[in-house]
């Protein structure tokens, strides 16, 4: 036996036995998704933050103080603009990492993936805390922003050739369920973080580093939870009764063979992929960063029953409004979760193309009518518009990695998607500059609040539009992009994936692994039981939303 095969971590010790249940894959890969989707609810840390010196209110800084003195300044409070790099650095780093790391979890395996996404994040947020209590803004970019991002592309990544090869029959309903997660996370760890930070807040902190600590340990149990719990299946193996595609379909756009990483991404599918995602992901983050004020500016006081505009409520009404808001946000991430899993799943039905294709065309629509709704006040249709939009943004993500197996083979699709994510990083960038300075700019040439957006929704529209044509033009890849046989079987074997069955089952005999891979990992108390440790956080997250949603309704 090889010394690898000694290492928890080695891909060999992964390969899971007879017997094993697949259903087993998805929640580990849920435990590390809920965990780094906390991304996108580090806005709750901004406020407390922008206190930490002061504690009741702000200490500014000099006025002339540059914002490289203020990373290094420990005697005044960062600014809230300051903070926001940490989020611009985590997809930054997302979308990079994940690229570049992708082909290494092809061959290290994703357990190996799992550990190390989990090293970064938790130790990310480790040194955050550490930032927080020296107030080192400098720690805090390098430390959640940098590492943390690395740790997040790698765990995003992680699990989606394995549930690919797990689920052949089912791949997008598989990766909707994992990317589900990731969307899900700020759902349950936003209020846990203000909770955490109410419960730790004294009259000298304002409790942030201390929860940063306390969530470090939580994910960090959760993720190597995940990390242990991912399984890969033997070469050659299928679902019992499944037949693969090239035998029971002659649909050109599903192909059984494989493309390599290095050949995938020089090929014009994989760049009209890469646009097609990066225009859908445009068009929604720029909406899910502004949701809050969007709705405030446009509707104003008709939130509470006054017909008067946004600059003329005063600071009760402001909060009345902000409340309705809130609701509104967290509406959209239920959507935006939901859509994860929905869409995903009926791509396997419709396929993936003609998935993209509803997108663009109800997306293109919805904006379109959205100012319409907006000066007809109609509050019921402006918010239907959004909420089916940001459930086509999520669905995007979760359709994409089962687009990249159908045109590019599941054997290097972990990889694939990695180096397709620049194109979220790019969205990152783009669709919240597009919402920002084009508002500004309405503003200032005195378009009033209520209409600063109408601009920005018909060229989102048009964004979606060039979307459309991207997917309409994406064809199968030509026969010569293919792996050999040859070629194949050399990479399958540089990816530990050629185990016969001899030695795979005296290796899982031998193993630390052999309980779980044998008769716990057959048993449905077992997949029921790996259902509930990541079910029952969601439920509350869920439950906690609905309830900030409900104010919409009143």
Not at 129 to 142: D, E, P, R, S
Not at 337 to 351: E, K, L
């Amino acid at each position: 036996m090889s010394q690898t095969q000694f290492s928890l971590l080695a891909k060999e010790r992964t390969v899971a036995g007879e017997g094993f249940n697949r259903w087993l894959v998805p929640p580990a890969a849920l435990a590390i998704h809920l965990c780094i989707g906390m991304a996108y609810g580090f806005s709750v840390f901004w406020l407390p933050l922008s206190k930490a010196i002061g504690i009741d209110k702000p200490v500014a800084c000099a006025k002339e103080m540059s914002i490289f003195a203020e990373l290094f300044a420990s005697n005044c409070d960062w600014k809230i603009s300051t903070l926001q790099w940490m989020y611009t650095l985590f997809f930054i780093f997302l979308g990079g990492s994940a690229a570049l790391f992708g082909s290494w979890l092809e061959h290290a395996g994703p357990r190996k993936a799992g550990v190390v996404s989990a090293l970064c994040w938790c130790g990310g947020l480790v040194l955050s805390a550490f930032g927080v209590y020296t107030h080192q803004a400098w720690i805090l970019w390098l430390s959640a922003g940098v590492i943390g991002g690395i740790g997040l592309g790698l765990g995003y990544i992680s699990p989606v050739s394995t549930l690919i090869k797990w689920f052949p029959d089912k791949r997008g309903m598989a990766t909707g369920m994992a990317i589900m997660g990731f969307g899900g996370g700020a759902m349950i760890g936003a209020p846990m973080a203000d909770w955490l930070m109410r419960h730790f807040a004294t009259p000298t902190s304002v409790g942030v580093w201390e929860t940063f600590l306390t969530m470090a340990a939580i994910y960090f149990v959760f993720m190597m939870a995940g990390a242990f719990g991912y399984r890969v299946p033997a070469t050659g193996w299928t679902p019992k009764g499944w037949t693969p595609p090239a035998a029971q379909t002659s649909n050109a756009m599903i192909t059984s063979k494989h493309v390599h990483v290095n050949k995938a991404w020089k090929t014009k599918q994989f760049w009209l992929i890469w646009a097609v995602l990066c225009l859908n992901v445009s068009a929604g983050i720029g909406i899910l960063g502004m949701a809050s004020p969007l709705l405030q500016e446009v509707f104003a006081g008709k939130l509470i029953g006054l017909d008067i505009s946004f600059n003329d409520l005063n600071s009760d009404q402001k909060k009345q409004i902000a409340t309705i808001a809130a609701g509104f946000t967290g509406l959209l991430s239920l959507f935006n979760i939901g859509g994860r899993f929905f869409w995903a799943s009926c791509s396997d039905y419709i396929g993936r193309k003609a998935t993209y294709a509803v997108f663009f065309v109800l997306g293109f629509v919805l904006y379109a009518s959205i100012p319409g709704a907006a000066h007809a006040n109609n509050l019921a249709l402006f918010v239907l518009a959004f909420c089916i939009i940001l459930s086509m943004y999520g669905g995007g993500f979760a359709t994409v990695p089962a687009y990249l197996a159908d045109m590019f083979g599941s054997q290097m699709v972990g990889a694939i998607h990695g180096r397709l994510l620049t194109a979220w990083a790019t969205a990152g960038v783009l669709g919240p500059v597009l919402i920002g300075y084009i508002r500004e700019y309405q503003i200032a040439n005195g378009v009033p609040k209520a209409q600063a957006y109408d601009v920005t929704m018909y060229i989102l529209a048009g964004l979606l539009l060039l979307g459309f044509i991207c997917n309409l033009l994406i064809r199968p890849v030509a026969p010569s992009v293919f792996m050999t046989d040859e070629e194949l079987a050399a990479e399958r074997q540089l990816a530990h994936d050629k185990v016969v069955a001899s030695s795979l089952t005296n290796s899982l005999n031998t193993s630390a692994d052999a309980p779980v891979v044998g008769a716990l990992a057959g048993n449905p108390a077992t997949v029921y039981l790996a259902w509930l440790a990541v079910g029952i956080p969601m439920a509350l997250g869920i439950w906690i939303t609905l309830q900030k949603a409900v104010v919409l309704f009143k």
